[in-house]
């Protein structure tokens, strides 16, 4: 079995920066890719960021530019660095990774809140 635990969120001042991490942990798994995700009150779910393990990574629209996705395949660790925040990133930020332990499946942490305000 794998969980996710995600932290970094909490409050920002609008051109501020927030780093998430999400942390996997388990045994037995392979990791194949892990993305950020977010929703925002009364909006649905939508993909910020992916990075496979080979390191290849896309973006939303909304955030290239100003998000970087990371992650260390060694400590099965995942990294959201958001700079330039801006109050339209406010929302709830969910960890999801692609993994294999018997065969392919998809997990979801339980995720953090980002709020960016004055």
């Known amino acids: 079995q794998l969980q996710l635990v995600e932290s970094g969120g909490g409050l920002v001042q609008p051109g501020g920066s927030l780093r998430l991490s999400c942390a996997a942990s388990?045994?037995?798994?392979?990791?194949?890719?892990m993305a950020w995700y977010r929703q925002a009150p009364g909006k649905q779910r939508e993909l910020v960021a992916i990075?496979?393990?080979?390191?290849?990574?896309n973006y939303a629209d909304s955030v290239r530019g100003r998000f970087t996705i990371s992650r260390d395949n060694d400590s099965n660790s995942g990294y959201l660095q958001m700079n330039s925040l801006k109050p339209e990133d406010t929302a709830v930020y969910y960890c999801?990774?692609?993994?294999?332990?018997?065969?392919?499946?998809?997990?979801w942490g339980p995720g953090t809140q980002v709020t960016v305000s004055s």
């Open positions: 990075i496979t393990s080979g390191g290849s990574t």
């Open positions: 388990g045994s037995g798994f392979t990791i194949i890719t």
């Open positions: 999801k990774v692609l993994a294999r332990i018997r065969r392919f499946q998809e997990y």
